[in-house]
């Protein structure tokens, strides 16, 4: 069925939003950190500052995910979001204390922190019952991401780091252009929250499950002190924000490809899963191996190209392992815990035990810390994967008679 023109117009606005929105975020991961150097912090405060985000996020996603099933308008709640995500971001900018500066990352992280999930589930309410998919609007979040980088470094390098305010601003009020001249649309909450509690309790009697998150932390604390300090660590090898960009496109431009080729070939299996997750485990032990013998910042540039392999792999085969692991009647409130252990408890971690280190001990310590965190996380996910493969372990939902194939959803 051909679509009307203004329906296509509408979806090539929802398009330019995503790539906007996922502009604005490596923005602030990216070059962010470089302007808190740039102000006085050092690595310890930067770290322990960025991670205040995954704090915020455990109240926030909940709280904006019950806002959008009560007012069933999402698309004014993301407008909300963005809104408050440009006044305080100025804020952030403009702070003159360590206190200000504290307050108002508190309350920008508020609103910034749920922006994905909620655009996201404004998305798929957009293009529900068309014939459009999913991933190609994810795509062009990557490339915004992808693009933003590498042409906000060369920008940075010119005006300096305080430039970057204005970018920001520029960016946010793009997104929400995008997003304004959007049709109306009653009722496209898909309506779950995005951080649903329910079912946590029951999770906790399933060890298998539990284990598979514990190991998961352990890979993504290294992950997290990675995408904190990367920036850092290239200025300190005298690198340029060119090179920061280029680091920052470098590890994102293949990370839909890989994801587009996990969901096509890889099988959907516990013992397939597990395994592959060791691997992608150990390439992230590789990752940081070489990071901490980098000694130019074009190393370290093309280092972060595994990013693609090893954070789209492990967050794709993640996501689908929680799928099969927890019982289907528990699955949301497993989704919600996978992400809040890879991005809220490894946030934290990942912030302060990496702050620590690199104000300590340096960057190369701070990387082989990650070295054999991810080696310990390695080793936990190769033991499931054996278990799983000896036939010594079934998923709750295949005891109660369901096959976790059969009932996956949202593939």
């Not at 516990?270 to 032990?285: H, N, Q």
């Not at 190769?382 to 959803?409: F, I, K, N, Q, V």
Request: charged share 10%; proline share 4%.
């Amino acid at each position: 069925m051909r679509e009307n023109p203004d329906k296509q117009f509408s979806f090539t606005s929802l398009r330019w939003f995503n790539f906007f929105l996922y502009g604005t975020v490596v923005l602030f991961t990216s070059f962010f950190p470089l302007y808190l150097q740039e102000v006085g912090m050092n690595k310890l405060e930067i770290g322990s500052l960025m991670s205040v985000g995954a704090l915020v996020s455990i109240i926030a996603n909940p709280f904006w995910g019950i806002w959008t099933d009560r007012c069933q308008n999402i698309r004014q709640i993301v407008l909300l979001m963005l809104a408050g995500t440009l006044v305080l971001s100025q804020l952030v900018f403009r702070a003159n204390t360590y206190e200000m500066m504290y307050i108002s990352i508190l309350f920008f992280y508020f609103f910034q922190g749920p922006l994905f999930a909620e655009s996201n589930t404004l998305i798929l309410g957009y293009i529900d019952g068309t014939r459009h998919r999913f991933t190609s609007f994810r795509l062009w979040g990557s490339l915004g991401w992808a693009l933003t980088a590498i042409s906000a470094g060369p920008i940075i390098e010119w005006a300096g780091v305080s430039i970057l305010t204005y970018l920001f601003a520029a960016l946010l009020l793009a997104a929400m252009i995008s997003l304004a001249v959007l049709p109306k649309r009653r009722n496209h909450s898909i309506g779950i929250a995005p951080f649903p509690f329910r079912g946590f309790g029951q999770i906790l009697y399933h060890p298998f499950f539990l284990s598979f998150i514990f190991f998961g932390i352990l890979v993504s604390i290294s992950n997290t002190m990675n995408n904190t300090f990367v920036s850092l660590y290239i200025t300190e090898l005298g690198g340029s924000k060119t090179m920061i960009g280029l680091a920052v496109f470098l590890s994102s431009i293949l990370e839909m490809g890989v994801l587009l080729l996990c969901d096509r070939f890889l099988k959907r299996k516990i013992p397939v899963l597990l395994g592959w997750l060791a691997l992608v485990s150990t390439l992230f032990v590789l990752r940081w191996w070489l990071m901490a013998d980098a000694t130019t910042p074009l190393q370290v540039a093309f280092i972060q190209v595994l990013h693609c392999i090893t954070f789209g792999g492990f967050f794709y085969v993640g996501t689908r392992l929680t799928m099969l692991l927890v019982p289907k009647q528990y699955r949301s409130s497993g989704q919600a815990l996978y992400t809040l252990s890879w991005s809220g408890i490894s946030g934290i971690l990942g912030g302060v035990l990496g702050g620590w280190l690199y104000q300590n001990l340096g960057a190369q310590s701070m990387y082989q810390s990650g070295v054999f965190l991810s080696l310990f996380g390695t080793l936990g996910f190769g033991a499931m994967w054996l278990l799983a493969s000896r036939d010594s372990y079934h998923p709750p939902g295949e005891l109660e008679g369901e096959d976790p194939e059969d009932s996956e959803t949202n593939r």
